[in-house]
């Protein structure tokens, strides 16, 4: 198993709507060492309002409660939680915990996320709190190739590129950009023209929006 450094250690995001859960949860995550911080957050009552919170976080994995409507009126579940944010940030680590995994797995995208929670013990969560870690790990390593991939791609002479390589740059650049949840990303069409070498100003633009990217992710990266 790859060591991490301490300074390298995640960031997590854990939801659930009892105060028990979250307390043993964060009890279980910081004997475990595996974690510089451990955020605890309770479920909004709406989706949208949650996922606004998460964005303005900074973490690298979230782990969530299924069903988040038991102590309190909430319009999702944990399920639709991970979904929505996975789709926001690309590649994002996202887990479930569960006491009611049949119901889960049906409601899922993706089964894997899936954890049960059932006998509550330390030994029971050592096994999603190591795979939290490795796909903390995994995400880091894909967000470096894309962007020293992309880094190269426009190191490359505008008036040589092929039509292939300027899908390939725009492709990067959008996984990059949902990787970290970046809102204020320049139009597709925008980026094409630039890199098609039609308009000097939209190429500024665009020199100084990758600039902006990869200051962006080397911090998060180093932070």
């Not at 606004?52 to 999702?76: H, I, M």
């Not at 996320?113 to 059932?118: A, E, G, L, Q």
Request: proline share 3%; hydrophobic share 40%.
């Amino acid at each position: 198993m790859t060591e991490v450094k301490s300074d390298d250690l995640p960031t997590i995001v854990y939801v659930d709507e009892n105060e028990d859960a979250l307390e043993d949860f964060y009890l279980d995550a910081k004997k475990s060492k595996l974690f510089a911080q451990i955020i605890l957050l309770k479920p909004q009552p709406h989706l949208d309002a949650m996922l606004e919170t998460l964005q303005g976080l900074k973490f690298e994995a979230l782990v969530s409660d299924f069903r988040l409507a038991d102590a309190a009126p909430v319009d999702y579940d944990g399920a639709q939680l991970v979904d929505r944010f996975g789709a926001i940030r690309s590649g994002f680590p996202c887990f479930i915990r569960t006491s009611y995994e049949q119901e889960a797995l049906h409601a899922a995208d993706d089964v894997n996320t899936i954890y049960s929670k059932d006998d509550g013990t330390a030994q029971e969560i050592r096994p999603l709190l190591d795979r939290v870690r490795l796909q903390v790990l995994r995400h880091r390593r894909l967000v470096e190739s894309w962007n020293e991939e992309l880094e190269t791609l426009l190191g490359l002479d505008r008036a040589t590129l092929s039509a292939d390589l300027v899908d390939r740059i725009l492709d990067l650049d959008t996984k990059l950009e949902s990787s970290l949840g970046t809102d204020a990303a320049l139009a597709k069409t925008s980026k094409r023209a630039v890199l098609e070498e039609s308009l000097f100003e939209g190429r500024r633009a665009l020199i100084e929006e990758t600039e902006r990217l990869v200051a962006d992710i080397r911090k998060a990266l180093d932070d």
